[in-house]
């Protein structure tokens, strides 16, 4: 993983890129599927939307019941 390509890069059926996706992100939240298309998609000068990214990961944050605040580090 860490050198080469990602398992999904080789396969020419988007139907099988999309399983890999899943497969490789099993048991995370379907919003981080999201996330990678999403970037996925931008060309190289293309400008991410920070806020819709920021967003699919606060949805994360709130379905699960988390807190962004306080750290662990920090004093409650």
């Not at 999904?8 to 996330?35: M, N």
């Not at 019941?65 to 750290?71: A, H, K, S, T």
Request: glycine share 6%; with cysteine.
């Amino acid at each position: 993983m860490t050198s080469g390509e990602l398992p999904w890069r080789s396969l020419e059926d988007p139907a099988q890129w999309v399983s890999g996706l899943k497969t490789f992100f099993a048991g995370c939240p379907k919003e981080y599927i999201h996330i990678l298309l999403y970037i996925d998609s931008l060309h190289y000068y293309d400008t991410p939307s920070y806020a819709m990214i920021r967003g699919l990961l606060r949805d994360v944050l709130d379905i699960n019941g988390l807190f962004e605040y306080p750290y662990d580090w920090e004093q409650k």
